[in-house]
């Protein structure tokens, strides 16, 4: 199983590539798709406009392989660029796969927040849940996406997504590589999706 | 509601890990890499690495050091010491770390804070404040702890937010590895004069240092008393759920 991660920013990629590849994903980091690969892995550094704008340029090559079952996985900020707009470092247009908005936790904590949390499972279609409901996941963040279309929560402040997901992509706000045996869990599930 | 977070410290010298008491006194403890995962299996939130040599050659194993840690580990990792440049800061984290420690360059540079936070966000940005009583005024000193600043530790921490930090890595000189317990005052004055997550760092001995401590700080440092097997993580955070403090377990 092949993942590509999109190396969009400075920071830390060498981690959800380790965490990839213990549970089996052949992985490689790069700038742009390479074309076979089963999953294109959106990581979670940068801020929203310069990240958001880098991915609007590559939206083009992320549609046609979409149409060929590439399936996208999208860590922390990885996830929020993949809805429709967002609001760190200006109002800037996101990928648009999710429908709402990404803005700052608007509420009386600490930002950025970070730490674990324990996620909660609402409705999860996709399958990627199981043996996670209830359990601790690490966050790093100030920002959340306002939607009502996650099969996950967890709540600081506000209640918001932990996981969202359509027909070919997943999102994750928490960081799955950094969330111990619940991470290792959540990406097992993941790669039997893909599989799917 | 968010956990407090049990962070174990791992002072790493030449690629293996070290720990005095009062930066002095120097016993080899390990292999980084082992211990880093131990402490991950025991149910530690979170990894420091503090380098504590800094030199050249140190500098290349360490960047090793943390590559082979982030392999395994995966829980977030810190990595401090001897950070003077934004080159460093990429360095590390290019290499698997998750946030950067910066303590001396912050106070003799301090865009390295605003430039820092910029290109890597804040979450990726904690300022260790290493204070120490002066006539009842808690002063930020560097260098290890040898070098008056004269700066006075709460407007200090106050202005790194300002900065940009993501995290303050509060560590009392006084207390550091004297295992008498955290100072509880320093770190409940910075706690409150700042709106971004507090680590305390030096003191611990007992379990009960670190309830106190967790009263006040969103984060509790240890490293010796982890290493010695003096207290056991597992163990550790059973007392504090026991005493309603919400740990991971």
Not at chain 1, 66 to 74: H, I, M, N, P, V
Not at chain 1, 107 to 117: E, M, Q, R, T, Y
Not at chain 1, 163 to 191: M, W
Request: net charge neutral; charged share 25%.
């Amino acid at each position: 199983m092949k993942a590509t991660v999109i190396n969009y920013g400075v920071g830390n990629l060498f981690s959800i590539k380790a965490g990839l590849e213990r549970e089996g994903f052949n992985v490689i980091i790069s700038f742009f798709p390479q074309g076979d690969e089963d999953v294109i892995v959106l990581p979670g550094v940068g801020a929203f406009s310069a990240v958001a704008s880098y991915l609007n340029s590559l939206k083009g090559k992320f549609e046609e392989l979409r149409e060929r079952g590439t399936k996208f996985l999208g860590v922390c900020l990885g996830m929020q660029v993949m809805f429709e707009e967002g609001t760190e470092g200006g109002i800037s247009k996101g990928l648009g796969w999710f429908k709402g908005k990404v803005d700052r936790i608007n509420a009386n904590v600490k930002l950025p927040h970070i730490g674990w949390d324990k996620i909660y499972v609402k409705n999860d279609p996709c399958g990627l849940t199981e043996g996670i409901d209830g359990k601790y996941v690490y966050y790093v963040h100030s920002y959340v996406a306002y939607t009502d279309n996650y099969i996950a929560y967890s709540d600081y402040g506000v209640r918001y997504p932990a996981i969202v997901c359509n027909d070919f992509a997943v999102g994750t706000q928490f960081h799955p590589e950094k969330s111990s045996n619940t991470g290792k869990i959540f990406l097992r599930n993941f790669y039997q999706w893909v599989k799917r | 509601m968010t956990t407090k977070r049990i962070i174990a410290c791992l002072d790493v010298k030449n690629g293996r890990v070290v720990k005095g008491v009062n930066f002095l006194n120097l016993k080899d403890k390990g292999d980084p890499v082992e211990l880093a995962s131990r402490y991950e299996d025991e149910g530690a939130d979170e990894i420091v690495f503090l380098d504590i040599a800094a030199t050249v050659e140190g500098r290349r194993t360490l960047l090793e050091v943390i590559k082979n840690t982030a392999s395994v580990l995966s829980i977030p990792l810190t990595v401090g010491g001897g950070i003077r440049t934004i080159d460093d800061v990429s360095r590390i984290l290019g290499n698997g770390a998750d946030k950067v420690s910066i303590n001396t360059a912050a106070v003799e540079n301090k865009r390295i804070i605003s430039e820092a936070s910029e290109q890597f966000g804040a979450q990726a940005v904690v300022v260790a404040i290493d204070a120490k009583r002066v006539n009842n005024d808690f002063i930020v000193f560097t260098r290890s702890g040898t070098y008056n600043t004269g700066l006075n530790a709460i407007s200090w921490a106050k202005e790194v937010e300002q900065l940009g930090a993501g995290e303050i890595l509060l560590t009392s000189i006084d207390k550091d590895g004297t295992r008498e317990g955290y100072d509880i005052e320093l770190t409940e004055k910075v706690s409150k004069s700042v709106n971004i997550p507090v680590i305390a760092s030096g003191g611990a001995g007992k379990m009960e240092h670190f309830y106190e401590v967790l009263k006040v700080a969103d984060a509790a440092l240890a490293a010796g008393i982890f290493h010695d097997g003096i207290i056991r993580i597992p163990d550790l955070k059973k007392y504090l759920l026991s005493k309603g403090v919400e740990v991971r377990i």
